[in-house]
């Protein structure tokens, strides 16, 4: 055995370039060697068996011991014999913990080999790169930390596990123990350099060494965490649970994590330094050394301190909930994961759209509504800029939707609240501020129908007047529980209904569904609005002949709530014809109670015919408790269901409710029932939820919440015109 003080080009081995293999020399066992062993420092060359083995860092000779007492593995015994002949390059004779002493011969001539290449080559076995690693952990524990050896050759043994993390890294029975080993170095060294790149969301284990020092080190001095080690605190914080969305979207949560920790707290939590002082417990990789623990003077330990574990929770709640939406996509659709439709589910802090395939879309939306409140656009060139193939389909037109609110644009119409899906024709943009609605609630549906047959009277005079839109919106926003969000939607959507129009008949299957007091207390809604302006004209006079005759109520009793309104009237109210009469069976038997009139002042009998309604009074009118229940709310108030319903949902099932939390009684039968088959035409769906005592449109919406607050996906899906189909992802979902 020889050392050799300076490296020269005369060794005998193989060139790194040749992988491998082997000069072709006969086996034989080396000539016996003085007893003793020796480190061979890093930049030291050795010749080992004819081999020039470059670098350092190993012990070569004999009689070195390991804590267990047995013969150290990671000594190279020169006395040993190497077969250079059939070198073993396929670690089948290694043991679980490999040793030099135990190798064959064929073995041992490949791990020499190994040496000699520079322990670089990216297919070597991995208990060749763990056997050096056992010598590496040796000269640290057994040299440095008992024996105090001296310090000056730390840095070179971490940057020598870098290099070889960068090699192996992908081996997690090697990269663990390397980067336990290289958090020791750090500690000993007092560096801050080696900080535990940890991929957030790969373990719920305590926090590595090196992190752990830093949280203390930072506490100790009163500094601020930053975020990048908040992120790597939260992802191994021994008692934060990482969420789904966490391990299923580690990049995209540690992005957001940590840009919403700047947000809430600025240059970093302080973190409270009175604890007991860190004390590491380290197992070694090699089983010849045993663990031990070792103190870390003037460094607490504050890996669960209190107030930051809980404000690390609450951000990790959070963020999780933030992209909750992407992470299920990403569950359904993993190859799809960078997609447009799925990256906009994610917010927009993280998304960078600017520079992806929506810029050009983004940009449009941009210029189109500039600084107005809502703006009719081109349907078509909304979806001609989107990326994707056209037309554009129910769940193109829901991922557009939900890009531009993520940018500060809403869109109507918008399929998640009932909207039509458009390739040409109008749309509407509109400044979307506060948390935007994903779902139509009942009442959002019930301002939404409403607001349609009020369009149809309130625009047939060829001019929808600003003081007929504030008048309807007024009655909606102050009759119904509509937070300021979906009062901006509604007013977006009034916008649209302005200029797309809207037909009487596409609202006959819902109004059929109404008792004759709520269909009278609609009408009560529609005369309000068509009086509004202070004229009644002759359109619309005929059109709300036409609704009534839809709310299959008397003409009569519209020439009656016209008079009472004391307005201007353009056109002449005939008494009604025979025709318009209600039937004998109505007339025989007293009427129900119908919701009371809106009260409007009382009229002299020498007034002129033409009063100005005052619309202040009007909404004023519908805000008051019995306004509001005979107007609005109880004109889509949900009955019980039937018997025969009610027992279905109690007889559904496997006993869990679980699926329907959240749901009232209609609605949780409703839900029984329609999970009962894969698909069910409209007209079916409408005759289900009439026997539930609910409005088809309303009860669609109501349960495609319901899902989305469950999975994030609707429940019901359209299926051409006419029928509507069960999304398999939220029925497993609800069923859960």
């Given at each position: 055995?020889?050392?050799?003080?300076?490296?020269?080009?005369?060794?005998?081995?193989?060139?790194?370039?040749?992988?491998y293999?082997?000069?072709?020399?006969?086996?034989?066992?080396?000539?016996?060697?003085?007893?003793?062993?020796?480190?061979?420092?890093?930049?030291?060359p050795?010749?080992?068996d004819?081999?020039?083995?470059?670098?350092?860092?190993?012990?070569?000779?004999?009689?070195?011991?390991?804590?267990?007492?047995?013969?150290?593995?990671?000594l190279?015994d020169p006395?040993?014999?190497?077969?250079r002949?059939?070198?073993?390059?396929?670690?089948?004779?290694?043991?679980?913990?490999?040793?030099?002493?135990?190798?064959?011969?064929?073995?041992?001539?490949?791990?020499?080999?190994?040496?000699?290449?520079?322990?670089?080559?990216?297919?070597?076995?991995?208990?060749?790169?763990?056997?050096?690693?056992?010598?590496?952990?040796?000269?640290?524990?057994?040299?440095h930390?008992?024996?105090?050896?001296?310090?000056?050759?730390?840095?070179?043994?971490a940057?020598?596990?870098r290099?070889?993390?960068?090699?192996y890294?992908?081996?997690e029975?090697?990269?663990?123990?390397?980067?336990?080993?290289?958090?020791?170095?750090?500690?000993?060294?007092?560096?801050?350099?080696?900080?535990?790149?940890?991929?957030?969301?790969?373990?719920?284990?305590?926090s590595?060494?090196?992190?752990?020092?830093?949280?203390?080190?930072?506490?100790?001095?009163?500094?601020?965490?930053?975020?990048?080690?908040?992120?790597?605190w939260?992802?191994?914080?021994?008692?934060?649970?990482?969420?789904?969305?966490?391990?299923?979207c580690?990049?995209?949560?540690?992005?957001?994590?940590?840009?919403?920790?700047?947000?809430?707290?600025g240059?970093?939590?302080v973190?409270?330094?009175?604890?007991?002082?860190?004390?590491?417990?380290?197992?070694?990789?090699?089983?010849?050394?045993?663990?031990?623990?070792?103190?870390?003077?003037?460094?607490?330990?504050?890996?669960?301190?209190?107030?930051?574990?809980?404000?690390?929770a609450?951000?990790t709640?959070?963020?999780?909930?933030?992209?909750?939406?992407?992470?299920?996509?990403?569950?359904?659709?993993?190859?799809?994961?960078?997609?447009?439709?799925?990256?906009?589910?994610?917010?927009?802090?993280?998304?960078?759209?600017?520079?992806?395939?929506a810029?050009e879309?983004?940009?449009?939306?941009?210029?189109?509504?500039?600084?107005?409140?809502?703006?009719?656009?081109?349907?078509?060139?909304?979806?001609?800029?989107?990326p994707?193939?056209?037309?554009?389909?129910?769940?193109?037109?829901?991922?557009?939707?939900?890009?531009?609110?993520r940018?500060?644009?809403?869109?109507?119409?918008?399929?998640?609240?009932?909207?039509?899906?458009?390739?040409?024709?109008?749309?509407?943009?509109?400044?979307?501020?506060?948390?935007?609605?994903?779902?139509?609630g009942?009442?959002?549906?019930?301002a939404?129908?409403?607001?349609?047959?009020?369009?149809?009277?309130g625009?047939?005079?060829?001019?929808?007047?600003?003081?007929?839109?504030?008048?309807?919106?007024?009655?909606?926003?102050?009759?119904?529980?509509?937070?300021?969000?979906?009062?901006?939607?509604?007013?977006?959507?009034?916008?649209?209904?302005?200029?797309?129009?809207?037909?009487?008949?596409?609202?006959?299957?819902?109004?059929?569904?109404?008792?004759?007091?709520?269909r009278?207390?609609?009408?009560?809604?529609?005369?309000?609005?068509?009086?509004?302006?202070?004229?009644?004209?002759?359109?619309?006079?005929?059109?709300?002949?036409?609704?009534?005759?839809?709310?299959?109520?008397?003409?009569?009793?519209?020439?009656?709530?016209?008079?009472?309104?004391?307005?201007?009237?353009a056109?002449?109210?005939?008494?009604p014809?025979?025709?318009?009469?209600?039937?004998?069976?109505?007339?025989?038997?007293?009427?129900?109670?119908a919701?009371?009139?809106?009260?409007?002042?009382?009229q002299?009998?020498?007034?002129?015919?033409?009063?100005?309604?005052?619309?202040?009074?009007?909404?004023?009118?519908?805000?008051?408790?019995a306004?509001?229940?005979?107007?609005?709310?109880?004109?889509?108030a949900?009955?019980?269901?039937?018997?025969?319903?009610?027992d279905?949902?109690?007889?559904?099932?496997?006993?869990?409710?679980?699926?329907?939390?959240?749901?009232?009684?209609?609605?949780?039968?409703?839900?029984?029932?329609?999970?009962t088959?894969?698909?069910?035409?409209?007209?079916?769906?409408?005759?289900?939820?009439?026997r539930c005592?609910?409005?088809?449109?309303?009860?669609?919406?109501t349960?495609?919440?319901?899902?989305?607050?469950?999975?994030?996906?609707?429940?019901?899906?359209?299926?051409?015109?006419?029928?509507?189909?069960?999304?398999?992802?939220?029925?497993?979902?609800?069923?859960?």
């Amino acid at each position: 055995m020889s050392f050799v003080e300076d490296p020269d080009d005369s060794g005998v081995g193989t060139p790194a370039s040749s992988g491998y293999s082997a000069p072709n020399a006969p086996a034989r066992r080396p000539r016996p060697r003085p007893h003793g062993h020796t480190w061979v420092p890093a930049g030291h060359p050795a010749e080992i068996d004819g081999r020039h083995i470059p670098g350092g860092l190993i012990y070569v000779g004999n009689d070195l011991y390991s804590q267990s007492g047995a013969v150290e593995p990671s000594l190279v015994d020169p006395s040993l014999p190497v077969d250079r002949n059939r070198p073993d390059r396929d670690d089948l004779d290694l043991d679980t913990w490999p040793s030099y002493s135990t190798m064959v011969p064929t073995a041992r001539s490949a791990y020499l080999t190994w040496l000699a290449d520079g322990r670089a080559h990216p297919r070597a076995p991995l208990g060749f790169v763990l056997l050096f690693l056992y010598g590496l952990e040796r000269r640290v524990i057994v040299d440095h930390v008992d024996r105090g050896a001296p310090a000056a050759e730390l840095p070179e043994i971490a940057g020598e596990l870098r290099r070889l993390l960068r090699v192996y890294g992908d081996h997690e029975a090697f990269a663990e123990p390397a980067r336990d080993l290289l958090d020791l170095v750090s500690m000993l060294t007092g560096s801050d350099a080696d900080q535990p790149g940890v991929e957030p969301g790969t373990s719920r284990l305590p926090s590595p060494v090196a992190l752990r020092i830093r949280l203390g080190s930072l506490a100790a001095v009163g500094t601020p965490l930053p975020a990048d080690v908040a992120v790597a605190w939260q992802a191994q914080h021994p008692t934060i649970r990482p969420p789904t969305a966490q391990a299923r979207c580690p990049v995209e949560f540690a992005e957001l994590f940590a840009l919403r920790y700047r947000d809430r707290h600025g240059d970093g939590l302080v973190v409270d330094p009175d604890h007991p002082l860190l004390r590491i417990h380290y197992v070694p990789a090699s089983s010849g050394l045993l663990p031990f623990d070792l103190d870390v003077p003037g460094v607490p330990d504050v890996a669960e301190e209190p107030y930051a574990t809980r404000a690390l929770a609450s951000l990790t709640a959070s963020v999780a909930a933030e992209i909750d939406a992407y992470s299920n996509f990403v569950a359904r659709n993993p190859e799809g994961r960078h997609d447009v439709a799925a990256r906009a589910l994610l917010p927009a802090a993280i998304t960078h759209d600017e520079h992806g395939p929506a810029a050009e879309l983004l940009s449009w939306a941009r210029r189109s509504l500039g600084s107005d409140a809502s703006v009719v656009v081109d349907a078509a060139m909304l979806a001609r800029l989107w990326p994707g193939q056209a037309p554009l389909s129910s769940a193109d037109v829901v991922a557009c939707a939900q890009l531009l609110e993520r940018h500060g644009i809403g869109l109507e119409p918008d399929p998640r609240l009932g909207g039509p899906v458009i390739n040409d024709g109008p749309a509407v943009l509109f400044e979307a501020r506060g948390d935007m609605p994903r779902a139509a609630g009942p009442e959002y549906a019930a301002a939404s129908t409403l607001l349609q047959l009020a369009v149809a009277v309130g625009g047939v005079d060829g001019d929808l007047q600003a003081v007929e839109q504030d008048v309807m919106l007024d009655h909606l926003a102050s009759g119904l529980d509509l937070t300021p969000a979906e009062q901006e939607r509604l007013a977006a959507h009034l916008h649209w209904l302005s200029a797309a129009g809207t037909r009487i008949a596409d609202l006959g299957r819902e109004v059929a569904q109404l008792s004759e007091s709520r269909r009278s207390a609609i009408a009560d809604v529609l005369v309000a609005v068509a009086a509004a302006d202070g004229i009644v004209t002759a359109d619309e006079i005929d059109i709300l002949r036409r609704i009534f005759e839809l709310l299959a109520l008397p003409v009569s009793s519209l020439h009656d709530r016209l008079r009472a309104a004391s307005v201007e009237i353009a056109a002449p109210l005939d008494p009604p014809t025979a025709d318009e009469e209600p039937p004998a069976e109505t007339a025989e038997a007293p009427p129900p109670q119908a919701a009371p009139a809106l009260p409007l002042p009382a009229q002299p009998a020498d007034a002129p015919r033409t009063v100005a309604v005052d619309p202040a009074l009007l909404a004023a009118t519908a805000a008051s408790t019995a306004a509001v229940n005979s107007l609005l709310s109880d004109i889509f108030a949900e009955d019980e269901p039937p018997a025969d319903i009610a027992d279905a949902e109690e007889t559904s099932g496997d006993g869990d409710d679980t699926a329907a939390d959240g749901l009232d009684a209609a609605h949780r039968a409703l839900l029984a029932e329609v999970l009962t088959r894969d698909r069910w035409d409209r007209a079916e769906f409408a005759a289900l939820a009439d026997r539930c005592g609910l409005m088809p449109a309303g009860a669609l919406d109501t349960l495609n919440e319901h899902t989305i607050d469950v999975c994030d996906d609707v429940l019901l899906e359209p299926e051409g015109d006419d029928v509507l189909a069960l999304n398999d992802f939220a029925v497993e979902a609800v069923r859960r």
